[in-house]
């Protein structure tokens, strides 16, 4: 049975309260704790990257227990509504921090609350991403499906980029600490509205019954499915070099671009970008995809993003004073964001079948618990080589309206730009030519694969 208008629209919505709460968390909890609350910047990278190695433990044996799961609510939606509930509470902690801690006190209270945090982004993130196979039929469904839930992540992502520091202001009244506790409740209770849409109306169509797998039986599912290993490298090296920038780019507008109205600037500049991002994975993928296959479009999102990069750095090092021309790298990177977004996606997908062909076991769970880890795997990567390059760079955590721009140091100025755009492009380089080298699902191949899977399964 074909996928129903409110099914779609029900899980589209989920991925947008998802990627709201994801992005808050990703692109702010370093400015948060280290620019607003003064934590060192080192210390908040290391917090950060040691969660994420806890999540390499975590996350792999949480889609060991989505797919051991049986209920008669299927093995998706109780970990997806659970999930929700108690992450949306975290994240509201997370930026609420007492205001009596401090020291190590504070430190402690950072660690704690984001770990927690991604736990239980993971209790809901495993099931939400592995329903795509559980109830699609593959091929141009499931495409049509991954494409439709990316780009409301997308919308999702965007929008808290867009209203994030106008939001902190105006929230706030001037005093970020405030701004952010109350945007980080207004975001945690819409998330949770969002996802009980998503468990009411959609449901498990074809999940395969399967035996639970070991944690020897996980591990090994994963490294006999070359296809999905390659996948996982790929999206490591994306949204590394994606979340570096991202990272980066609000320390660029307060210490770099400058100014004592910088977050409105700020603001104008991701709402363009957010507005791209949401257009390219809405417009400009689906128009692609009628003249281009999906890894011809692939490439192509590789070179607007390293030919985006390429054009901040020469915008860097000149005389900026007008946020507009950032628009034209801007375009670029953002436009091939949102494209590489769906794509992995579909990539990942594809994989499932690949494995269930080649191992003889359907490990959607496993399979796109790693899509979890790698994603928060590089956020915390990116989040270190930016706190790196905080601290070596010597950017004041004054949030006072009078740190202008000439109080940096040249040579931290040229710290900052070439790490927001020169390490992206390079590990931009690696991650295509690991997908050239070892990706063999085209089209063909993945038509063929399902026609096998479907022969088998009618035996």
């Not at 969660?51 to 044996?61: G, M, T, Y």
């Not at 791209?276 to 993928?285: E, G, K, T, V």
């Not at 080589?385 to 004041?396: F, G, M, R, V």
Request: glycine letters at 8%; aromatic letters at 12%.
């Amino acid at each position: 049975m074909k996928l129903t208008g409110r099914e779609k629209i029900s899980y589209g919505l989920g991925a947008v309260g998802k990627d709201m709460v994801y992005m808050l968390s990703a692109s702010y909890i370093l400015y948060y704790y280290q620019d607003i609350l003064g934590v060192n910047a080192l210390v908040m990278g290391m917090i950060l990257l040691g969660a994420r190695v806890f999540d390499a433990f975590n996350d792999p044996i949480m889609g060991i227990i989505v797919a051991k799961t049986k209920t008669r609510w299927g093995k998706f939606r109780p970990w997806l509504l659970a999930g929700t509930i108690l992450n949306a509470a975290i994240l509201y902690l997370m930026f609420a921090a007492p205001p009596a801690l401090t020291g190590k006190g504070l430190i402690a209270y950072a660690a704690v609350t984001y770990v927690l945090w991604g736990v239980t982004y993971t209790m809901m993130d495993i099931p939400y991403w592995s329903m795509i196979p559980a109830f699609t039929e593959g091929g141009k469904e499931r495409e049509g499906l991954s494409t439709l839930a990316r780009s409301c992540a997308g919308v999702g992502s965007a929008i808290v980029t867009i209203i994030t520091m106008k939001c902190v202001y105006l929230l706030g009244q001037g005093d970020e600490r405030v701004g952010f506790r109350w945007l980080a409740l207004w975001i945690a209770v819409l998330f949770v509205v969002l996802i009980v849409i998503t468990c009411t109306n959609i449901r498990e169509k074809s999940t395969v019954d399967m035996d639970t797998p070991t944690v020897k039986q996980m591990f090994q599912a994963l490294l006999q499915n070359d296809q999905a290993m390659t996948v996982v490298f790929t999206i490591v090296l994306i949204n590394c070099s994606i979340y570096i920038t991202s990272n980066l780019v609000i320390y660029f507008f307060k210490y770099d671009f400058g100014g004592s109205g910088w977050y409105n600037s700020y603001t104008l500049f991701n709402t363009f970008g957010g507005g791209i991002q949401i257009l390219s994975m809405m417009l400009f993928f689906p128009m692609l995809r009628k003249l281009l296959t999906t890894i011809q479009v692939f490439y192509f999102s590789f070179a607007m993003a390293i030919l985006g990069y390429a054009s901040l750095l020469f915008l860097a090092f000149t005389n900026m004073s007008n946020v507009f021309l950032l628009f034209i790298p801007g375009f670029f990177i953002f436009a091939a964001n949102g494209m590489l977004s769906v794509l992995t996606t579909i990539f990942l997908a594809n994989t499932v079948d690949y494995g269930e062909l080649k191992n003889h076991r359907r490990d959607e769970s496993i399979i796109f618990s790693m899509q979890t880890f790698v994603v928060k795997l590089a956020s915390g990567v990116a989040a270190l080589a930016a706190s790196i390059t905080l601290s070596l760079c010597k950017l004041s955590n004054d949030t006072s309206e009078t740190q202008a721009a000439a109080d940096a140091a040249a040579g931290s100025v040229v710290g900052l730009r070439m790490t927001m755009t020169v390490i992206p492009i390079i590990g931009l380089l690696i991650a295509i030519a690991i997908f050239h080298r070892n990706y063999i699902l085209n089209e063909q191949k993945v038509e063929q694969i399902a026609a096998e899977i479907k022969e088998a399964r009618d035996r």
